[in-house]
């Protein structure tokens, strides 16, 4: 998987994570059945790893692959920053 490919599947779950998960938020008349709801994370996830696995298939022009230190350091930096700004925003849950 590549930098492209990478990128494109964390917007796409960025954005569709926390409509997902707002769906089955307790406590709140949903305008869906729990039905529907769970037909729409399926429909989701099915659609998230199309787009995962398509943008696999980039040719690596378009979709390079970096070295596993670039992406180690990819990957700290995230963890890094996520942690960071639930820090300066006093963000409660999560992972970090």
Do not use: D, Q
Not at 7 to 15: C, D, F, H, L
């Amino acid at each position: 998987m590549g930098i492209t490919g990478i990128i494109i599947s964390a917007a796409i779950a960025g954005v569709g994570i926390p409509l997902v998960t707002m769906m089955f938020t307790p406590g709140v008349k949903h305008k869906y059945s729990i039905w529907i709801r769970i037909a729409i994370m399926i429909v989701f996830v099915v659609v998230w790893m199309g787009v995962f696995t398509g943008a696999a298939m980039l040719p690596a022009v378009i979709n390079p692959a970096l070295n596993r230190y670039a992406y180690l350091v990819l990957g700290l930096l995230s963890a890094g920053g996520s942690w960071w700004y639930k820090r300066r925003f006093n963000i409660t849950g999560g992972l970090f």
